[in-house]
């Protein structure tokens, strides 16, 4: 199907663009059970697991990062749909789980990852903040949501998740229901 009239461009972030119902809720529950077998988070002190080299991504994680191509190549930025002929196009996976009050840091990628990332998000909203300079824009990721970051909002804007304030993160003048969030991060190495 056309995904086309999904894809939302933040405008103040170039090259920031979300789809917000990029899974189904029954994508999202097959998607957290096939995480939860891989049995990686079997002990508290784990919250993350990164795979390096498309052979070592699990299957799940290459049906996600075809269908994301899949998007890409049907969306309305022309560096979305050129980057979807990219092979592969995604070698490296992070999965993170964060618990209530958990978040990350303000930060730039890594220059080691090629322009056009990928995060897939799990689980209980947030907001994750892109900084420049003392400006920030706040974009709210839903559950089921993918956002793509190319251009200045991949290696200018710094994004991060604050969650620390209490566990309390506001979105809109509501208090968002902070749970434990996943979120799926697909890179491809230079
Ligand atoms: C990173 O791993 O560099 C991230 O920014 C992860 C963001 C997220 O978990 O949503």
């Given at each position: 199907?056309?995904?086309?009239?999904?894809?939302?461009?933040?405008?103040?972030?170039?090259?920031?663009?979300?789809?917000?119902?990029?899974?189904?809720?029954?994508?999202?529950?097959?998607?957290?059970?096939?995480?939860?077998?891989?049995?990686?988070?079997?002990?508290?002190?784990?919250?993350?697991?990164?795979?390096?080299?498309?052979?070592?991504?699990?299957?799940?994680?290459?049906?996600?990062?075809?269908?994301?191509?899949?998007?890409?190549?049907?969306?309305?930025?022309?560096?979305?749909?050129?980057?979807?002929?990219?092979?592969?196009?995604?070698?490296?996976?992070?999965?993170?789980?964060?618990?209530?009050?958990?978040?990350?840091?303000?930060?730039?990628?890594?220059?080691?990852?090629?322009?056009?990332?990928?995060?897939v998000?799990?689980?209980?909203?947030?907001?994750?903040?892109?900084?420049?300079?003392?400006?920030?824009?706040?974009?709210?990721?839903?559950?089921?949501?993918l956002?793509?970051?190319?251009?200045?909002?991949?290696?200018?804007?710094?994004?991060?998740?604050?969650?620390?304030?209490?566990?309390?993160?506001?979105?809109?003048?509501?208090?968002?229901?902070?749970?434990?969030?996943?979120?799926i991060?697909?890179?491809?190495?230079?």
């Open positions: 199907d056309n995904c086309y009239s999904k894809w939302e461009r933040i405008e103040k972030v170039k090259g920031l663009w979300i789809v917000r119902n990029f899974l189904s809720s029954h994508k999202q529950s097959r998607l957290l059970s096939s995480i939860a077998s891989e049995n990686w988070f079997t002990q508290p002190s784990i919250n993350q697991s990164m795979r390096f080299g498309y052979q070592n991504l699990p299957r799940w994680a290459i049906k996600l990062s075809d269908s994301i191509c899949q998007s890409c190549s049907s969306s309305p930025s022309p560096f979305l749909q050129n980057l979807s002929m990219r092979y592969p196009f995604f070698d490296q996976m992070i999965t993170n789980v964060y618990q209530p009050g958990e978040g990350i840091c303000p930060h730039v990628d890594l220059l080691k990852f090629e322009d056009g990332i990928a995060i998000s799990l689980e209980s909203s947030c907001v994750m903040d892109f900084t420049l300079g003392d400006e920030t824009v706040p974009v709210l990721l839903e559950p089921g949501s956002v793509m970051m190319y251009g200045e909002a991949r290696y200018v804007w710094k994004h991060e998740i604050n969650r620390k304030d209490a566990g309390f993160q506001s979105w809109k003048g509501q208090l968002l229901d902070q749970t434990t969030r996943t979120s991060t697909l890179r491809k190495l230079c």
